[in-house]
């Protein structure tokens, strides 16, 4: 009698396997709508702020006016300009009028007290193509050259910087004007006669044709010069005859 009222009110296979899915589904929805009804409170759905523009403010001014409007301030980043302020927020990130929820983090890039300063490698013995790379490279951007007379040309010598020789591995600033002497290779024609010259000590050799008309002019009298007198004395008269014979008569 049992085992008949209990098959009775069993229900069937397919019935309750309906109604175990029914409900995982309204369990689920439920666990949805939960989270995000909680996820909604959390990130403040629908609250939004719009971020100040603090670009040309001081850094402790711009930190106090979004500290004011519920955010959170890190400094990001400095950088060197020339006319700039130190200290002055040149970029910030999110960008000014963007939509953002309160309390979302502002980076802030400043300009920097001092310019970044940079370790220079060797930049002699190579040529200077080879040399501009090397300091454009770095960020070094003020860069001028010297000539200076060599046997191999574009070579580079020296760097200079405020007329000081630099060694590999000084530092300088990136805004640093170097100067760099490089070789300029003289004509072939112009070295050996330098050299023919030069060699011993001895002046530069005086065109022929120069010469000869200076010793010229030199051994040719003058026309204004006056006349040397004949050194020959002069013929004296012979008494006559006539003479004597008056003297004894």
Same mark, same amino acid.
């Given at each position: 009698?049992?085992?008949?009222?209990?098959?009775?009110? $069993?229900?069937?296979?397919?019935?309750?396997?309906?109604?175990? %899915?029914?409900? /995982?589904? !309204? %369990?689920?929805?439920?666990?949805?709508?939960?989270?995000?009804?909680?996820?909604?409170?959390?990130?403040?759905?629908?609250?939004? @702020?719009?971020?100040?523009? +603090?670009?040309? /403010?001081?850094?402790?001014?711009?930190?106090?006016?979004?500290?004011?409007? *519920?955010?959170?301030? +890190?400094?990001?980043?400095?950088?060197?300009?020339?006319? +700039?302020?130190?200290?002055?927020? @040149?970029? =910030?990130?999110?960008?000014?009028?963007?939509? @953002?929820?309160?309390? $979302?983090?502002?980076?802030?890039?400043?300009?920097?007290?001092? #310019?970044?300063? !940079?370790?220079?490698?060797?930049?002699?013995?190579?040529?200077?193509?080879?040399? $501009?790379?090397?300091?454009?490279?770095?960020?070094?951007?003020?860069?001028?050259?010297?000539? +200076?007379?060599?046997?191999?040309?574009?070579?580079?010598?020296?760097?200079?910087?405020?007329?000081? $020789?630099?060694?590999?591995?000084?530092?300088? #600033?990136?805004?640093?004007?170097?100067?760099?002497?490089?070789?300029?290779?003289?004509?072939?024609?112009?070295?050996?006669?330098?050299?023919?010259?030069?060699?011993?000590?001895?002046?530069?050799?005086?065109?022929?044709?120069?010469?000869?008309?200076?010793?010229?002019?030199?051994?040719?009298?003058?026309?204004?010069?006056?006349?040397?007198?004949?050194?020959? #004395?002069?013929? =004296?008269?012979?008494?006559?005859?006539?003479?004597?014979?008056?003297?004894? *008569?």
């Amino acid at each position: 009698m049992n085992e008949s009222t209990e098959n009775k009110n $069993r229900k069937p296979f397919w019935l309750r396997v309906t109604l175990n %899915i029914l409900l /995982m589904i !309204v %369990i689920g929805c439920f666990l949805l709508w939960i989270s995000t009804f909680v996820l909604d409170l959390w990130t403040r759905h629908g609250d939004n @702020v719009t971020v100040p523009d +603090v670009k040309g /403010m001081h850094f402790d001014d711009a930190s106090r006016l979004l500290e004011d409007n *519920d955010f959170e301030v +890190v400094l990001q980043d400095s950088v060197y300009e020339d006319g +700039v302020a130190p200290g002055t927020v @040149v970029d =910030q990130n999110p960008k000014d009028s963007v939509e @953002v929820k309160p309390g $979302r983090t502002i980076y802030l890039t400043i300009n920097a007290f001092y #310019p970044r300063t !940079v370790s220079l490698p060797a930049l002699t013995d190579i040529s200077l193509r080879q040399a $501009r790379t090397i300091l454009e490279g770095l960020g070094v951007k003020n860069i001028k050259t010297k000539e +200076v007379p060599s046997e191999y040309q574009d070579l580079v010598f020296a760097a200079l910087y405020n007329g000081k $020789r630099l060694k590999p591995g000084e530092r300088v #600033p990136l805004t640093a004007q170097i100067t760099l002497e490089v070789g300029v290779a003289l004509d072939y024609d112009d070295m050996r006669v330098d050299t023919l010259n030069y060699a011993d000590g001895m002046p530069p050799k005086q065109d022929v044709s120069t010469s000869a008309e200076s010793g010229q002019k030199a051994d040719t009298p003058s026309n204004d010069s006056p006349e040397v007198a004949s050194e020959e #004395p002069a013929a =004296q008269s012979e008494p006559s005859d006539d003479s004597d014979d008056d003297l004894f *008569d």
